[in-house]
């Protein structure tokens, strides 16, 4: 009968005072540890708007070959997947996907022919949607 009531305390659980503790120590980590992963989700995202800026400047590039000047500014990113008309020589479309990428905060990129900081400015606003900013807020374009 000894031995029965043994096994029955250890199979209880944990206390109420364990539990807090324990939840203390995680709400604490989280502290420490949140503010770092979501720094770094952030910068993935600009990262990301800077891969796909490149990669639509390449495409822009290839397009320039073919045609022999770059989309106006009415004709703009579509013209790297759909033929403009008038525009002899398109070999596209210039991008594996059937339309133009948004960026990774959804809104599409902007466009700019003859751009202000090179030849052609393609840039996002990024998170904020903006111009200007710090961070997850600050312009993300084929000039930096």
Do not use: C
């Not at 998170?127 to 600050?138: K, L, R």
Request: hydrophobic share 35%; charged share 25%; glycine share 12%.
């Amino acid at each position: 009968m000894k031995h029965h009531r043994n096994q029955s305390r250890r199979q209880r659980g944990f206390t109420l005072m364990e539990l807090l503790v324990v939840l203390a120590i995680l709400g604490l980590l989280m502290s420490l540890v949140g503010p770092r992963v979501l720094n770094q989700l952030g910068g993935a995202k600009t990262k990301t708007a800077g891969i796909q800026v490149k990669d639509l400047e390449q495409s822009l590039e290839m397009y320039k070959l073919d045609v022999g000047r770059f989309p106006s500014n009415s004709e703009g990113l579509d013209a790297l997947v759909r033929k403009p008309s008038g525009a002899a020589g398109w070999n596209g479309p210039y991008l594996k996907s059937k339309d133009v990428p948004l960026d990774p905060w959804n809104r599409e990129y902007h466009y700019k022919y003859p751009g202000e900081r090179s030849e052609v400015d393609i840039f996002s606003y990024g998170q904020n949607g903006v111009p200007g900013g710090e961070g997850e807020d600050t312009d993300v374009g084929n000039w930096r």
